[in-house]
């Protein structure tokens, strides 16, 4: 089986290494990307220390190359180390040759889930930056998967003098000798780049010739490091933290809630899209009795709905949504911002629609379900909605 990953319209791919690492499925968990930050590690720690405590193994392999990788971002990779089976390689060529891979390989002693993309482990690569990657899943005899094995060893190979095990002694020898910079550090320079750009004079741009769409991560989860001042500036939270389940029809469903929802609706009286009870009274909504249009700003209010037959109980809740108007099967993307709920509206088999749809498709066919059917009887007339 294949499946592309397009971050972040319709997955967030921290949010599928975390549920990776939790099903209990692998026993060993291979990486090598570019660049770490804590900014990424701390969304993923609290999964790492769990997989490894449960006696996994897991194995690392980082570039130093282009100032990215942060001293902080390693140094949490070595306080794995004392949990259980991990280790961390630094790949360095003193040539021009930058070490650019972004692998991610889950096994156990019958099968394979190989994840290459674009995706480095910080914050913007895992939930905010437009990044893919693609998925197989295959065995563990399969060429595949036997040759991204002999490229992770060549990489984790110390014969050559390009990898070197860390450890507190290399992590202050790649400190002192310039090769990681802080956090505070690279904070510092980019900004400082950012001026020089901004004071470049003639020709460089005056007016914003793009869009702007907002892309938020979710809160890290209870027990990551915090960042501090010197770290990267934070993006815009909705205040959501990856971890609390739905109750639907009674059971606790494996849904996570996180800050993006996916849905495809199905518009009453016109334009009038209803939420789902468990849906509306998740924390996603907690405190929001609005959503704004991506478009033109505009606030639509979530209104209760009381029919007299059920007693003035609340049976569903509605809003309108006139962007989905005239389509033939609209999909929703909501994400909760810092300053709302924002949501843009696709046509299902439209170039921004068709991710969205294959994404709610692709939650009904996972094991259990990540997608919830408002009816799941009839499927081609109810709500469908997932987290990512």
């Known amino acids: ?63 130093v ?4 990788t942060s001293f902080e971002g390693l140094q949490d990779l070595l306080t794995l180390s004392a949990i259980g089976d991990c280790k961390t390689v630094i790949y360095h060529n003193e040539s021009s040759s930058v070490f650019h891979p972004k692998v991610f390989l889950f096994s156990n002693d019958r099968a394979a889930r190989l994840i290459v993309g674009s995706n480095n482990l910080t914050e913007a690569g895992l939930f905010t930056n437009t990044e893919v990657s693609l998925q197989v899943d295959a065995s563990l005899d399969s060429p595949v998967i036997k040759e991204i094995r002999e490229a992770l060893d060549s990489w984790r190979d110390q014969s050559e003098g390009l990898s ?7 992590l202050d020898a790649l400190a002192n000798e310039g090769y990681v910079l802080t956090e505070e550090a690279l904070r510092r320079r980019r900004g400082e780049s950012e ?11 005056r007016r914003s010739l793009f869009g702007r769409k907002t892309f938020t991560a979710p809160k890290p989860p209870v027990g990551a490091p915090i960042l501090g001042p010197e770290a990267e500036p934070p993006s815009p939270r909705g205040g959501i933290s990856i971890g609390e389940t739905l109750r639907v029809r009674g059971h ?33 909504f907690a405190g929001q009795n609005s959503i704004i249009a991506g478009g033109d700003r505009t606030v639509r209010t979530i209104s209760p709905t009381h029919p007299e037959r059920a007693g003035g109980a609340v049976n569903t809740y509605k809003v309108e949504m006139p962007e989905t108007e005239g389509l033939e099967d609209p999909v929703v993307r909501l994400e909760r911002t810092a300053t709302g709920i924002e949501y843009y509206v696709y046509d299902a088999d439209s170039i921004q629609g068709r991710p969205v749809m294959a994404a709610l498709r692709e939650g009904r066919n996972d094991d259990p379900p990540f997608t919830v059917l408002t009816k799941p009887s009839d499927p081609d007339h109810c709500t469908w909605y997932r987290f990512i």
């Open 1 to 63: 089986m294949a499946q592309i990953f397009n971050q972040a319209l319709s997955h967030r791919f921290g949010v599928t290494l975390t549920e990776y690492l939790e099903s209990g499925e692998w026993s060993s968990f291979e990486v090598a990307v570019a660049w770490v930050r804590r900014s990424g590690m701390r969304h993923l720690l609290p999964s790492l220390r769990e997989f490894l405590d449960d006696g996994r193994i897991a194995r690392f392999t980082i570039g």
């Open 65 to 68: 190359d282009i100032e990215n």
């Open 164 to 170: 070197l095990e860390l450890d507190t002694e290399l």
């Open 195 to 205: 001026r020089t750009r901004a004071n470049a004079g003639p020709g460089r741009p």
């Open 252 to 284: 606790r469903h494996p849904l996570r809630v996180t800050n993006v929802l996916l849905m495809r609706v199905r518009p009453a009286r016109g334009t009038q899209v209803q939420l789902p009870i468990p849906l509306r009274e998740c924390n996603f």
